[in-house]
């Protein structure tokens, strides 16, 4: 069956970096896109950036443009979110999720898998 596991928090110091893993098995390979969220507490869930099926195409936040990096490798099925110049208000649980499509959507509800979420926490 289909499955999204994340993997690649954890605590660094502001300005420093992160790299997310999101591993999606049993998907065809190329035909489904992947975004990550994140929710901090108190705080509804935001959309942080999308790569499209067949990584030509990514979206990011205001808040995070410049800074994250989404990439894809669609031989091992897994997909990145490099995360540098760490700020306090990246602080967050992050989730990757799958869409079945060619194309990223900037609704989370349109994505129907999801990995088990990932704590970065960026504090000095």
């Known amino acids: 069956q289909s499955q999204v596991v994340e993997s690649g928090g954890g605590l660094v110091q502001p300005g420093g970096s992160l790299r997310l893993s999101c591993e999606a098995s049993?998907?065809?390979?190329?035909?489904?896109?992947i975004a990550w969220f994140r929710q901090a507490p108190g705080k509804e869930r935001e959309g942080v950036s999308c790569i499209s099926a067949s990584g030509t195409t990514t979206t990011y936040a205001a808040s995070v443009r410049g800074r994250f990096t989404s990439s894809k490798n669609n031989i091992e099925n897994t997909a990145y979110l490099q995360m540098n110049s760490l700020k306090p208000e990246d602080t967050a649980v992050y989730y990757c999720a799958v869409r079945p499509s060619l194309y990223c959507s900037g609704s989370w509800r349109d994505y129907g898998y999801w990995g088990q979420g990932t704590q970065v926490t960026v504090s000095s």
């Open positions: 049993g998907f065809i390979s190329n035909s489904y896109s």
